[in-house]
């Protein structure tokens, strides 16, 4: 079981990944914005956060790279609809990276890969 | 004949007899006595002969008049000499006017010039050359003339049996100035001198203001000092720098002209002419550089035009690429994340409700249309992402054939039974964006999978030809029937139940777009075969020589 955040400004994308996770057995909060990332991650401690790459007020990236300055040890999975923002090189600060479906299995075996490699550190995922 | 009857023949008005010496032409002096005896019997024999009988028997009156007639003949004769050039000198410069009155070439205006300078016996200079001012250097830019005694003769005779008039002589054809340029070229690419060099500093500064009578010609003897490659031209003949100038007197060029077989000097008035002739060709030539600094000038802004009017193309190109990018993303967006929310929800929903639920029907038909839009989104942005690709490198066909084939052999893992048969041969590498080539090949290779639902074997191959590499796809489905195989490749196309139709349209896109062909060969009962044409690139770039990516061979 870990503690998950989930950051995106669609209130039915949280509905459906905190659905998901939780019954993967995981315990999720959620966040809309920076703001409410920060105050979640500096409140308790994370073992993963899920990250949209296009935020109503903020671009994910930018977020990403405080999240990355501030909390270093927690591993960041970016989920985006586009595909295209794999190869911005911001986006290579996040542990993986994960194209948003419909069919929330790929993101589970994220989840799953991203966790496990976290119990045994020092390892990163290569390059898409 | 001398004397007739009592008579003499220059006094006899009414007998055509009288004087053999009257042409057809001239009939009209026989009565005009006077006249005749001025015009024909002041250089004839027998008046000069009857004078002497005279004198002998007439007395010393007569004798001092034979002396007096003698002294004027003698004083009329360079008079006559005279004249007869100065006719001549109007006429060729009459003529070199007249024919430069129109010409704008400079390679026609400098060669009428030298032909006037070298033609006829008035000035008939045996060789001239023209210097023509570049970048503040005078350079050797043409030259008339034979090269040594023999081609002169040979010249000559010709022009004297063929009657060739100085009309003729100023013909011009830029065949002619080829050949009499070619002639000289190894001296002409020689002479290269500045403005202020010794002799044309001195050429250019005449007349001296104080003097002008000095005139325009600077005469050049054997012992004058030289650059080098003028006197190994010249040798010990004399020549004569006739300066170019502007009507503002800028130099344009010079024309130097000598005798070098005749070694005829010239006189004060050959000066005289060389200078207005020089002026006319100055004037021409002006007119005629100025038209084509013009021309060049007007092709320079014809060109700039272009370019701009090209660059606007980009710049409204480039604009319709943002905006389809932003439009695609904003798409997405509004789009896909609804549509994941929806999906996504639904199979939850499907998974909560019990196994024999009605609802669930319901349920699977939700996620299955939210698959479908999803699906159609994706396919929209690839389009769009792959139509404004445009960066181009050398690109590994062979390299990218295998990436593909083994990424899809992995997914495909659980699918119908695929066999794959992947033949490479040696290819050079084309320019091409890596990602979009192997996006189109993706396309042919999952529409050929997608035919063979119950499995089969898929061909993958790469080949050289001449100038061009092919690609081939080929399955071992059912074909197509004519209808299908007529639209295959038309946007929006599909036979399957999902889908955008996009697919094989943007494959068709991404291979014209780099210049190549897509072709549909086999078709119904015996399975598909796309074959996709590249052409090399004519000059191999740096990084890349042919055959560099070997023969692969896996199956």
């Known amino acids: 079981m870990a503690k998950i955040l989930i950051v995106d400004d669609e209130p039915n994308i949280r509905l459906l990944y905190k659905a998901v996770l939780t019954e993967e057995g995981h315990e999720v909060v959620e966040a809309e914005n920076g703001r409410q990332t920060f105050e979640a991650l500096e409140g308790e401690p994370f073992d993963l956060v899920i990250l949209d790459i296009r935020l109503k007020a903020e671009s994910g990236l930018d977020l990403l790279q405080g999240i990355v300055a501030r909390h270093p040890q927690i591993p960041v999975i970016l989920c985006s609809a586009y595909v295209a923002f794999q190869d911005d090189y911001t986006s290579w600060l996040a542990h993986s990276y994960c194209v948003k479906s419909s069919d929330p299995r790929a993101l589970v075996e994220e989840v799953e890969r991203v966790l496990a490699r976290r119990a045994s550190p020092g390892t990163r995922d290569p390059e898409p | ?555």
């Not at chain 2, 100025?290 to 060109?303: P, W």
């Not at chain 2, 197509?480 to 599909?494: G, H, M, Q, S, Y």
């Open chain 2, 1 to 555: 004949m001398a004397r007739v009857g009592d008579s003499y023949c220059w006094l006899i008005a009414d007998d055509p007899a009288a004087c053999p010496y009257l042409g057809a032409q001239e009939a009209h002096l026989l009565s005009d006595v006077r006249r005749r005896n001025r015009e024909k019997c002041v250089g004839c024999e027998e008046l000069r002969h009857d004078l002497a009988e005279l004198r002998r028997t007439g007395g010393p009156l007569l004798e001092a008049l034979t002396a007096i007639l003698d002294e004027a003949l003698n004083r009329c004769r360079p008079i006559l000499r005279t004249l007869q050039i100065k006719e001549e000198l109007l006429d060729i410069l009459r003529h070199l006017s007249h024919s430069l009155q129109l010409a704008l070439d400079p390679d026609e205006i400098l060669y009428k010039g030298l032909v006037a300078f070298t033609a006829g016996s008035s000035l008939g200079f045996n060789r001239g050359l023209a210097l023509l001012v570049e970048e503040g250097m005078l350079c050797g830019y043409f030259a008339l003339g034979p090269r040594d005694g023999e081609e002169a003769a040979r010249i000559w005779q010709e022009v004297n049996e063929r009657g060739t008039t100085l009309a003729d002589l100023l013909q011009y054809s830029p065949e002619v100035f080829a050949r009499e340029r070619e002639k000289f070229r190894p001296w002409l690419e020689r002479f290269r001198f500045a403005l202020s060099e010794s002799p044309f500093r001195e050429a250019f500064s005449l007349p001296i203001p104080h003097a002008p009578e000095a005139g325009r010609v600077l005469e050049i003897t054997p012992e004058a000092p030289l650059p080098e490659v003028l006197r190994e031209f010249y040798r010990e003949a004399t020549f004569w720098i006739v300066p170019l100038l502007s009507h503002e007197e800028r130099p344009l060029g010079a024309l130097l002209l000598d005798n070098f077989l005749t070694e005829r000097p010239i006189s004060a008035e050959d000066r005289l002419a060389m200078e207005l002739f020089a002026m006319e060709i100055a004037v021409a030539l002006e007119r005629g550089l100025a038209h084509t600094e013009l021309r060049e000038k007007v092709e320079m802004l014809e060109e700039a035009y272009r370019r701009i009017q090209e660059h606007q193309q980009t710049i409204i190109r480039l604009r319709e690429e943002a905006a389809v990018a932003e439009m695609t993303l904003q798409l997405t967006h509004t789009i896909k994340n609804p549509v994941v929310a929806i999906g996504g929800l639904a199979r939850h929903l499907h998974k909560k409700l019990d196994e024999h639920s009605p609802y669930r029907r319901f349920t699977a038909a939700i996620a299955q249309e939210a698959s479908r839009l999803e699906e159609t989104v994706q396919d929209f942005v690839k389009f769009a992402a792959l139509k404004y690709a445009t960066e181009r490198h050398p690109v590994d066909v062979n390299g990218i054939l295998e990436l593909l084939a083994h990424e899809k052999m992995e997914t495909l893992r659980h699918g119908p039974p695929i066999r794959w048969h992947l033949d490479l041969a040696p290819v050079p590498p084309i320019l091409a964006d890596e990602r979009q080539l192997y996006h189109c090949v993706e396309n042919i290779v999952n529409n050929a999978i997608e035919a063979m639902s119950d499995g089969g074997d898929l061909f993958i191959e790469s080949r050289r030809s001449d100038d061009a590499i092919l690609i081939i796809v080929r399955d071992t489905g059912p074909g197509l029937t004519e209808e299908a195989a007529r639209n295959l490749f038309k946007p929006f196309f599909t036979t399957k139940p999902t889908g955008s139709g996009l697919g094989l349209y943007t494959s068709k896109q991404i291979v014209e777009s780099l210049g190549g062909e897509l072709q549909l060969l086999r078709q119904l009962g015996q399975g598909c075969e796309v074959v996709i044409r590249l052409p090399i690139p004519e000059a191999p770039s740096e990084t890349s020589t042919e055959g560099e990516f070997g023969a692969r061979r896996a199956s």
